[in-house]
């Protein structure tokens, strides 16, 4: 499978702002997804995943009412609209893909893209 961010950009803190991954190469639909995110200096951190069907999703603490995870079968892409951005939001969004939710949480994704930079100035 082959992932592949974009969407990310500069925007000032309060704005919004979507990400797209679109997948090609297998079975999309059978696969759970995720996002991951990592900000200059740290850990890469789990922000959000959504199983296959669109019916159960997860998010991080820090994300959790500001962030939406969501997935269009039909078209392969799985989408991260990020509301009431921070700068603290600011780092490299990555999404990664996994038969099973819990692999994608656990961040033992299966695949990989590389990521798109969302940058948040205050």
């Known amino acids: 499978v082959q992932l592949q961010a974009s969407g990310g950009g500069l925007v000032q803190a309060g704005d919004s702002l979507r990400l797209s991954c679109a997948a090609s190469?297998?079975?999309?639909?059978?696969?759970?997804m995720g996002w991951f995110r990592q900000a200059p200096g740290k850990e890469r951190e789990f922000a959000a995943a959504i199983n296959w069907g669109g019916g159960s999703t997860y998010y991080e603490d820090s994300v959790k009412g500001r962030f939406t995870i969501s997935r269009d079968n039909a078209k392969n892409t799985v989408y991260l609209q990020m509301n009431s951005l921070k700068p603290e939001d600011t780092a490299v969004y990555c999404c990664t893909a996994a038969p099973s939710i819990l692999l994608i949480r656990r961040g033992a994704g299966n695949y990989w893209g590389k990521g798109t930079l969302v940058t948040v100035s205050s």
């Open positions: 190469g297998r079975t999309f639909s059978n696969l759970a």
